[in-house]
T-cell receptor, first 112, second 113 residues
Framework: GEDVEQSLFLSVREGDSSVINCTYT??????LYWYKQEPGAGLQLLTY???NMDMKQDQRLTVLLNKKDKHLSLRIADTQTGDSAIYFC????????????WGLGTSLAVNP | DTAVSQTPKYLVTQMGNDKSIKCEQN?????MYWYKQDSKKFLKIMFS???????INETVPNRFSPKSPDKAHLNLHINSLELGDSAVYFC????????????FGPGTRLTVT
């Protein structure tokens, strides 16, 4: 079956880098997403990567995809207190009725 | 401009009541979703409609009935509310195409007392 796993909590100091990890079982995923949920708000797409890519960089964000190990990571450089949120990994693939498979979310706490 | 909107934002009601949550998207998307997020922040898909047709119906009690009057609206009606229905309900939408990016509404916090 389809499964996406994330560690539930991560705590970092302001200015450090944060690395949020996601492992999955479905190797046919086409798009791999990172969504951010700030307290009391809905989810917002942060970044995504196609399955034919290994890395994507977008300002302070770096997404790494290791298809062999079925491992996706999100690195946030120079983490700020405003980055405190829950980060969800989600996978999409063709023929799945547009359904995304969601991780349980990693709660990132940034300490000053 | 609000892309995906939900009403109400907060809903407090007693067990046994019937309530509805409304969702509208002005993005021109073809597919709309309802998600439930529990107190541990776990996100679970409930329903999905594509052009007013139900395409995803996860294991959800029959007390929950989605209705899509047109492709810009997807409402959720809940009968005989139970304590376990307390959660945040998110509506989302996506466009048919090669990716599956979903746009989320702000959520409706339902509290059943």
């Amino acid at each position: 079956g389809e499964d996406v796993e994330q560690s539930l909590f991560l705590s970092v100091r302001e200015g450090d880098s944060s690395v949020i990890n996601c492992t999955y079982t479905d190797s046919s995923s086409t798009y791999l997403y990172w969504y951010k949920q700030e307290p009391g708000a809905g989810l917002q797409l942060l970044t995504y990567i196609f399955s034919n890519m290994d890395m994507k960089q977008d300002q302070r964000l770096t997404v790494l995809l290791n298809k062999k190990d079925k491992h996706l990571s999100l690195r946030i450089a120079d983490t700020q207190t405003g980055d405190s949120a829950i980060y969800f990994c989600a996978l999409g693939r063709a023929g799945n009725n547009r359904k995304l498979i969601w991780g349980l979310g990693t709660s990132l706490a940034v300490n000053p | 401009d609000t892309a995906v909107s939900q009403t109400p934002k907060y809903l407090v009601t007693q067990m046994g009541n019937d309530k509805s949550i409304k969702c509208e998207q002005n993005l021109g998307h073809d597919t709309m979703y309802w998600y439930k997020q529990d107190s541990k922040k776990f996100l679970k898909i409930m329903f999905s409609y594509n052009n007013k047709e139900l395409i995803i119906n996860e294991t959800v009690p029959n007390r929950f009935s989605p209705k899509s009057p047109d492709k810009a609206h997807l409402n959720l009606h809940i009968n005989s509310l139970e304590l376990g229905d307390s959660a945040v309900y998110f509506c989302a939408s996506s466009q048919d195409g090669v990716d599956y990016e979903q746009y989320f509404g702000p959520g409706t916090r339902l509290t059943v007392t």
